[in-house]
């Protein structure tokens, strides 16, 4: 089923490509003008690139998913002490459901370490009620003031005792068996991190729907495919678990960026580290439900990314010392930059003809062709995952207007970010929907 599946799916991107190449080259020979002409070139290259990258994914993660079929029974349960740390600043709408989350799970050697980075809520005292020692599990609960996400983890790995180190964010909640498949990942010495997969769990409106979709198809199904070459480029707060000494060897969590998280991965990864991705550990995290909120997240996490490339820029040329970084960091700044700019200017592009034109009928075929590309993907994530198949349907919304949302945040947080514009972290307000 899943095969024919994945056949059908690239034989339909095959015949839109092959329409699109025909459409694009009688475009091009019947104008005389440079704009149209170059237009035509520089759209039809990034459509290339942009279907290449969508199924070399999902091409590699099928081939993940068949091997970890096969592979599922070598792999043997661990004895590791797997210490959990939780940062928490005003957090106390979800920190509770959070900890209760992390008691439940199946993994037996478990230490919680609950981090309250200076709230100015309850976080702290409703934390506190849950601290206990019962031998295999425990609950630590420490409180410092307000330094940041990073100088908290740190922090909160000093404080632990485990081989092991979980980082999972106060906002989510973890699946009863995540931190036991995502232990059971390390039987390679070289393994430094693995992810776990993250959905949205507030499923409210439209536009937490469509985050919803996106989790699975745009991050989780992209992991999945990085796992093969165990490249995933970041970890992601939410759930992933970490080597303790590959941490010590890399200095832990620095505080020059607003993406901790893809910071630590690139120094793992820069330092010789395998990176790996466990598709059926899972947490639940709380995405934005209002737009400015989305936005507000949206900006950090690029400002916070293109920091990171910035950080370690000296090896986007060493292709032959480190080509594992080298070409992780081409890709996210790939995604970061190139990517919402040539999507929004194809898209003033196409308005452009359709108005000297008249050829309107080219909007829809731009719009038609990757929103044929987001159902097939999505319908196929929905599939291998279990989830609701109803969220398909967004995929018409997707590309229309979700994806245009995103690239918009994104190029401020370019723009802002190279001329160094002062920014905060932005913290979004919890609906306590965990």
């Known amino acids: 089923m899943i095969k024919t599946l994945i056949l059908f799916i690239i034989a339909l991107l095959v015949l839109f490509i092959i329409y699109a190449i025909f459409w694009a080259t009688d475009l091009y020979y019947s104008t005389s003008a440079f704009v149209v002409q170059f237009g035509v070139v520089a759209i039809g290259l990034f459509t290339f690139i942009i279907i290449t990258r969508y199924l070399l994914l999902l091409f590699f993660s099928m081939v993940k998913t068949i091997h970890k079929l096969g592979d599922g029974e070598k792999q043997t349960p661990t004895h590791h002490r797997v210490s959990i740390i939780v940062p928490a600043y005003n957090e106390d709408v979800v920190i509770g459901a959070s900890i209760q989350s992390l008691l439940k799970q199946t993994y037996r050697f478990v230490e919680i370490v609950v981090l309250d980075d200076g709230s100015t809520d309850k976080t702290y005292s409703i934390a506190k009620s849950y601290e206990q020692d019962l031998g295999d599990k425990s609950v630590r609960v420490f409180t410092k003031p307000n330094g940041g996400k990073s100088r908290a983890l740190n922090y909160g790995i000093e404080k632990s005792s485990g081989d092991l180190i979980m980082v999972v964010d106060a906002d989510s909640k973890l699946k009863e068996d995540a931190v036991e498949l995502l232990v059971r990942a390390f039987h390679d010495p ?152 040539m999507d929004f200017w194809g898209s003033v592009f196409f308005i452009y003809l359709s108005l000297t034109t008249g050829l309107s009928m080219i909007l829809i075929y731009w719009w038609s062709l990757f929103t044929v590309l987001d159902m097939a993907g999505a319908f196929y994530c929905l599939l291998i995952t279990r989830d609701d198949l109803k969220l398909v349907f967004y995929a018409l919304l997707y590309r229309l207007y979700f994806i245009g949302i995103i690239n918009i945040a994104k190029i401020f947080a370019t723009i802002e970010e190279w001329f160094n514009i002062e920014m905060s972290w932005g913290k979004l307000d919890r609906k306590g929907r965990l």
């Open 190 to 341: 070289d393994t430094a991190a693995v992810a776990g997969s993250v959905y949205v769990i507030n499923r409210t409106n439209t536009l937490a729907k469509l985050q919803a979709l996106e989790y699975i198809e745009g991050l989780n199904m992209v992991r999945n495919g990085q796992a093969l070459l165990k490249m995933v480029n970041i970890i992601p707060d939410p759930i992933g678990v970490f080597r303790r000494s590959a941490l010590e060897k890399v200095g832990g969590y620095d505080h020059d960026t607003f993406a901790e998280d893809c910071d630590l991965t690139l120094k793992l990864i820069a330092a010789g580290y395998k990176i790996d991705f466990e598709p059926d550990a899972l947490a639940y995290t709380e995405a934005p439900e209002d737009l400015l909120d989305l936005i507000k997240q949206r900006y950090r996490w690029t400002r916070g990314i293109l920091q990171a490339i910035r950080k370690h820029k000296e090896h986007l040329f060493s292709f032959r010392k480190s080509p594992s970084t080298s070409a992780i960091l081409w890709y996210m700044l790939f995604e970061a930059i190139f990517w919402p700019f």
